[in-house]
């Protein structure tokens, strides 16, 4: 957004930036291919446009226009001279980049801008691409292939008499050879072409992805669809705002715990927030010691209110927050999201239950020392203290299966409010978890097809 009211500089900036989100076109395809003579750009675009469906622009279907004196004009001048002046070529390109398709689905310019002085128009007038693909290949190669190029003039597709002869007589029938493919005229197109390039590449320094167009064009294709699809970081402030979500034992706490350490969050734990409500006796602790003796659940307005005390504080707010133990399902997390508490990045914690029970009904707590143990991964150092060690009820096998049923038959609705959210195996080494939940905080969500 702040790139976009950089290049408008709209005289009222509010009604800009609210239909700008209303747009919600952030993430289309902003692409330009560019590539020297038979290097494969048109039909990369083609594919990439098919691909991602978006729309294809090309000098042809710019000047092909109807309703456009700016095409009109184009027309002419490329009838009488078979080239477009680059200020006419560009105002074409703003004014079919302003059509609503092109806002909707995003755009990819085929062998646009072709000079240094075209992207600079274009850049001028606002019309940034997002990825620039630059195709490649010897010399010698692009004048053999460009030799054996056919296209159909129904489709427009291009097809190769040696490489990429199709299967259907009917279209074999009707491929006519374009004009310009001689060896003399691809090689004086050429050297037109190394003499822009090279003084075009740097006005994309951060966004020029080169491919070498001298392989299978499938290789070509998804090289290039890997490069466009990949969002890349904003150096914008980002305050995490985490959810984990997960049953019981799947260590969500173990997670949160460091993440405030590495990130300095602060580490929410909604079970802990009631203890303490009710241990140091406050208005909230009053409320909720009566459900904590009967051991019922503390109802949602109460927890939300002391969530909501503690979430407002100065340290959540600049330092961002992960939080666990709430919301438990879909109404509990509507509730948190109609107050303002919008998480920024959820992650679901997926463990077997076996791996759980593994996990818990493992634990033992030592009544003397109060230190905690574990019969597989942390045994006591002694006999006589694994004697004395003692189970929390809440660790059985009846008291485990009833919390990750309680869980499960929530989730669902969970996800499906939380749709971006990314769901993780938890049933691996902690520190690989934390990894890709680090991974998952770090890069940009992609946004999912509805």
């Known amino acids: 957004m702040l790139e976009q009211l950089l290049i408008h500089?709209?005289?009222?900036?509010?009604?800009?930036?609210?239909?700008?989100?209303?747009?919600?076109?952030?993430?289309?395809?902003?692409?330009?291919?560019?590539?020297?003579?038979?290097?494969?750009?048109?039909?990369?675009?083609?594919?990439?446009?098919?691909?991602?469906?978006?729309?294809?622009?090309?000098?042809?279907?710019?000047?092909?226009?109807?309703?456009?004196?700016?095409?009109?004009?184009?027309?002419?001048?490329?009838?009488?001279?078979?080239?477009?002046?680059?200020?006419?070529?560009?105002?074409?390109?703003?004014?079919?980049?302003?059509?609503?398709?092109?806002?909707?689905?995003?755009?990819?310019?085929?062998?646009?801008?072709?000079?240094?002085?075209?992207?600079?128009?274009?850049?001028t007038l606002g019309a940034f691409p997002r990825q620039v693909l630059v195709l490649s290949a010897p010399d010698t190669v692009l004048i053999e292939r460009n030799l054996g190029k056919r296209i159909d003039p129904q489709t427009g597709e291009i097809y190769h008499a040696t490489f990429d002869w199709p299967p259907e007589p009917e279209i074999q029938k009707r491929l006519i050879a374009p004009a310009g493919i001689s060896g003399g005229e691809t090689a004086r197109r050429l050297l037109a072409y190394h003499r822009n390039i090279a003084r075009l590449l740097p006005s994309y320094p951060k966004i020029l992805k080169v491919i070498a167009a001298d392989q299978p064009c499938v290789d070509v294709f998804y090289q290039a669809l890997t490069y466009v699809q990949t969002i890349h970081p904003s150096n914008a402030p980002f305050t995490p705002r985490v959810l984990l979500c997960g049953p019981v034992g799947s260590g969500r706490s173990l997670q949160a715990a460091l993440l405030a350490q590495k990130y300095g969050l602060v580490n929410v734990c909604c079970g802990q927030l009631l203890k303490e409500a009710v241990a140091d006796k406050s208005e909230y602790g009053e409320l909720i010691r009566p459900f904590f003796e009967k051991e019922t659940a503390v109802p949602d307005n109460i927890t939300m209110k002391v969530l909501k005390r503690r979430l407002d504080r100065q340290d959540c707010v600049e330092r961002g927050w992960v939080l666990h133990g709430f919301p438990r399902d879909g109404g509990?997390?509507?509730?948190?999201?109609?107050?303002?508490?919008?998480?920024?990045?959820?992650?679901?914690?997926?463990?077997p239950f076996d791996s759980?029970?593994?996990?818990?009904?493992?634990?033992?707590?030592?009544?003397?020392?109060?230190?905690?143990?574990?019969?597989?991964?942390?045994?006591?150092?002694?006999?006589?203290?694994?004697?004395r060690l003692l189970q929390s009820p809440k660790d059985s096998e009846e008291q485990i299966k009833l919390r990750m049923d309680r869980f499960y038959r929530n989730s669902a609705e969970l996800e499906e409010f939380y749709g971006q959210a990314i769901t993780l195996n938890g049933d691996q080494d902690p520190y690989t978890v934390f990894e890709y939940i680090e991974s998952g905080i770090i890069n940009p969500l992609r946004k999912k097809a509805p």
């Not at 509730?335 to 303002?340: A, H, I, P, R, V």
């Not at 493992?362 to 004697?387: C, F, N, W």
């Open 9 to 123: 500089q709209p005289k009222d900036p509010i009604p800009f930036m609210i239909d700008h989100l209303q747009r919600d076109n952030d993430y289309v395809p902003k692409i330009v291919i560019l590539g020297p003579p038979a290097s494969g750009k048109t039909t990369l675009a083609m594919w990439l446009g098919k691909h991602l469906n978006s729309n294809l622009l090309s000098v042809e279907s710019l000047i092909a226009k109807e309703y456009s004196s700016l095409a009109a004009d184009a027309r002419r001048h490329y009838q009488k001279f078979q080239t477009v002046p680059s200020m006419l070529l560009v105002r074409l390109v703003q004014e079919r980049l302003r059509e609503e398709d092109c806002i909707r689905r995003g755009w990819i310019l085929d062998g646009i801008p072709e000079t240094r002085e075209q992207a600079l128009l274009m850049q």
């Open 356 to 387: 759980i029970l593994e996990r818990l009904t493992l634990r033992r707590t030592d009544p003397v020392t109060g230190e905690r143990s574990h019969l597989m991964y942390k045994p006591p150092p002694t006999m006589e203290i694994q004697a």
């Open 332 to 351: 509990q997390a509507l509730l948190m999201d109609s107050m303002g508490y919008k998480p920024n990045r959820v992650f679901f914690l997926n463990v």
